[in-house]
């Protein structure tokens, strides 16, 4: 089945200082990877996905790449604010299962 | 997106008893997951929930253990069956719709076995 290897675990920053959280999948078909974002006591929230015809999808300031070739995809989340710190979760879709595996996850603290 | 609630939103249970959480969403949709997240740790699926059929298993875990039932397309339960401690988790559901690969959680079940 599926892996999915994040890092790092955690990661502190600076407000206005800019984060990367990296993946890694197994599965050569997955082809779907979407990003949540997981605030304590609260239920995971997608804030972004890419699908696998794409290279690299924006909203604002996040962003997400992927390297179908190298397996990895990252999420990039630019000037950085307080109300970034969570726990951010990536995931990838086999091809036609439509299951999720998730990393185990990323605590990203913006320091004010 | 659609709009999913869960209920209990938390319970504290005695081991050796079975607990059901319930999961509706305000729209029909085609798929349905039920999600386990240990304190501090990543989400695990547990199965999928199937219209119409029984569900459909992650490895670790069995139907006695965990039964589902989705009568309909709005509508799902899970049960925790005869509890111990370390069955304490959020369970959460989730769910998505054919043709498009989004799920969207629910506000989960914090259960705690004592």
């Known amino acids: 089945g599926e892996n999915v290897e994040q890092h790092p675990s955690t990661l502190s920053v600076q407000e206005g200082d800019s984060a990367v959280i990296k993946c890694t999948y197994s599965?050569?078909?997955?082809?779907?990877f979407p990003w949540y974002k997981q605030e304590l006591g609260k239920r995971p929230q997608l804030i972004i996905d890419i699908r696998s015809n794409v290279g690299e999808k924006k909203d604002q300031r996040i962003a997400v790449t992927l390297n179908k070739t190298a397996k990895h995809f990252s999420l990039h989340i630019t000037e950085t604010q307080p109300e970034d710190s969570a726990v951010y979760f990536c995931?990838?879709?086999?091809?036609?299962?439509?299951?999720?595996?998730f990393g185990k996850g990323t605590k990203l603290s913006v320091i004010p | 997106s659609a709009v999913i609630s869960q209920k209990p939103s938390r319970d504290i249970c005695q081991r050796g008893t079975s607990l059901t959480i319930q999961c509706q969403v305000d729209?029909?949709?085609?798929?349905m997951f039920w999600y386990r997240q240990q304190p501090g740790q990543s989400l695990t699926l547990i199965a999928t929930?199937?219209?119409?059929?029984?569900?459909?298993?992650e490895s670790g875990f069995v139907i006695d253990k965990f039964p589902i039932s989705r009568p309909n397309l709005t509508f799902s339960t899970l049960t925790v069956s005869n509890m111990s401690p370390e069955d304490s988790s959020i369970y959460l559901c989730?769910?998505?719709?054919?043709?498009?690969?989004?799920?969207?959680f629910g506000p989960g079940t914090r259960l705690t076995v004592t």
């Open positions: 599965d050569s078909a997955s082809n779907y």
């Open positions: 929930a199937n219209q119409g059929s029984e569900a459909t298993y």
């Open positions: 995931a990838a879709m086999g091809a036609g299962s439509y299951q999720l595996t």
């Open positions: 729209s029909q949709v085609t798929m």
């Open positions: 989730s769910v998505g719709r054919t043709g498009g690969n989004e799920q969207y």
